[in-house]
């Protein structure tokens, strides 16, 4: 079971606007920025969001935010190329670990 | 340009061992918190353990999972009394120099198999 809570599956059409969530508690989310990775079909991961700010090179229909203990990554004009997993991860200073969400698999329809 | 390429992995029985190297460049290796990070087969992203940078006099932390059978030294990551389930890629992976909890860059990953 992951420290942070990820939707399994999320879709959306080419153009449409989609938004995954990550959720975690006061001593990671609540703390600190959050981190997205991209994989696509298994290969290495990417950075494509820190926290809301984007990583050199991403472009500028990703977009983060964070309320609380819950982080957003939002993609918006969906491309085919988007289809991805998409992890979320930050720091956690209770466990004094890395933490990782289980997850969403992003299916551009 | 950042560059991070893992070697060292392949097929071990359980209890035995193996050491993962990741090869840095352009960058200066020692000002970055350096992370490892697997992926079992099907699964997602867990964390291994991660060292400081030197201004933290390179302290590691390590996942539950591997506590007191890995080891990071430097670039490399020694993996002692092996079970099945430490079968996975292994990545390398930096922080951000600021804010270390994001990781910037990862390596391409090499594959670690503990079989009989």
């Known amino acids: 079971q992951s420290a942070l809570t990820q939707e399994a599956s999320v879709s959306g059409t080419v153009g449409q606007k989609v938004t995954l969530s990550c959720t975690g508690n006061?001593?990671?989310?609540?703390?600190?920025?959050v981190g997205w990775y991209q994989q696509i079909s298994r290969g290495a991961p990417k950075s494509v969001m820190f926290?809301?700010s984007l990583p050199s090179g991403i472009p500028d229909r990703f977009s983060g935010s964070k309320s609380g203990t819950t982080a957003s990554l939002t993609i918006s004009g969906l491309q085919p190329e988007d289809e991805a997993d998409y992890y979320c991860s930050t720091w956690d200073h209770s466990l004094r670990a890395q933490v990782f969400g289980g997850g969403t698999k992003l299916t551009v329809l | 340009e950042v560059q991070l390429v893992e070697s060292g992995g392949g097929l071990v029985q359980p209890g035995g061992s193996l050491r993962l190297s990741c090869a840095a460049s352009?960058?200066?290796?020692?000002?970055?918190?350096m992370y490892w990070v697997r992926q079992a087969p099907g699964r997602g992203l867990e964390w291994v353990g991660r060292?400081?940078?030197?201004y933290n006099i390179y302290t590691r932390e390590y996942g539950a999972a591997v506590q007191g059978r890995f080891i990071i030294s430097g670039d490399e990551l020694q993996m002692n009394s092996l079970k099945t389930e430490d079968t996975a890629v292994y990545y390398c992976a930096r922080g951000e120099i600021s804010r270390e909890w994001y990781i910037d860059y990862w390596g391409q990953g090499t594959l670690v198999t503990v079989s009989s």
């Open positions: 352009g960058f200066i290796f020692s000002d970055y918190y």
């Open positions: 006061i001593n990671n989310i609540g703390s600190y920025g």
């Open positions: 060292t400081r940078n030197r």
């Open positions: 926290g809301n």
